[in-house]
């Protein structure tokens, strides 16, 4: 079946450091695949996606590239910012048309990012 | 981009009550929204499709009778615990799709005690 597994957190840097969250996935056909945020206290929002082998998506700083041949989805920032503290999810969108837009997640990863 | 609202953003109650929580499409209409479920430290799993003017969708293994979904409008569905137990606590998260995207509510602490 489809699923999303990504690096346990919680992950903890310091301001301007480098940044990678690992996602790996299991499915069926080619999903697509997407990185949502959750600052504290609010919903997720998407930060970004990707449809197809080889796209970037790219939001705020933050990319992930879509690797077919790895079935992975890492998302990377170069310099992080305090204000990046959230926890982040990677998803796939089902191949099941009978849940419409529904999203498989990973478990998510917490960062902190330290002054 | 489009806003989805959720109510309650916290709520406690009792034993052998029910809690109803609300999920509002703000400024575009959902014909289908999602209704997930998070443990702590765990993923969010998806409990039932929800579409208007008709029934919902369970995913395996989710009580229909507990859950109960009701999509009456293009922008409200509501997800209500009845008789609820400590272990439905938990944190539920609707979803309304618009285009190819899904906006995603605030989310909903629901503790039983």
């Known amino acids: 079946g489809n699923s999303v597994t990504q690096m346990e957190g919680p992950v903890t840097l310091s301001e301007e450091a480098f940044l990678t969250i690992n996602c790996t996935y299991t499915?069926?056909?080619?999903?697509?695949l997407f990185w949502y945020v959750q600052y504290p206290g609010e919903g997720l929002q998407l930060l970004l996606k990707a449809t197809k082998a080889d796209d970037k998506g790219s939001n705020k700083g933050f990319e992930a590239t879509y690797r077919k041949e790895t079935t992975s989805f890492h998302l990377e920032k170069g310099s992080v910012q305090v204000s990046d503290s959230a926890v982040y999810f990677c998803a796939l969108l089902r191949s099941n048309s009978n849940s419409g837009y529904a999203l498989n997640f990973g478990k998510g990863t917490s960062l902190l990012v330290t002054p | 981009g489009a806003v989805v609202s959720q109510h309650p953003s916290r709520v406690i109650c009792k034993s052998g009550t029910s809690v109803k929580i609300e999920c509002r499409s703000l400024?575009?209409?959902?014909?289908?929204m999602f209704w997930y479920r998070q443990f702590p430290k765990q993923s969010l799993m998806l409990m039932a499709t929800s579409n208007e003017g008709s029934k919902a969708t369970y995913e395996q293994g989710v009580e229909k009778d507990k859950f109960l979904i009701n999509h009456a409008s293009l922008t409200l569905s509501t997800l209500t615990v009845t008789s609820a137990h400590p272990e439905d606590s938990s944190f539920y998260i609707c979803?309304?799709?618009?285009?190819?995207?899904?906006?995603f509510g605030q989310g909903t602490r629901l503790t039983v005690v």
């Open positions: 400024d575009f209409q959902a014909t289908t």
């Open positions: 979803s309304a799709r618009r285009d190819r995207e899904a906006f």
């Open positions: 499915a069926t056909g080619y999903p697509s």
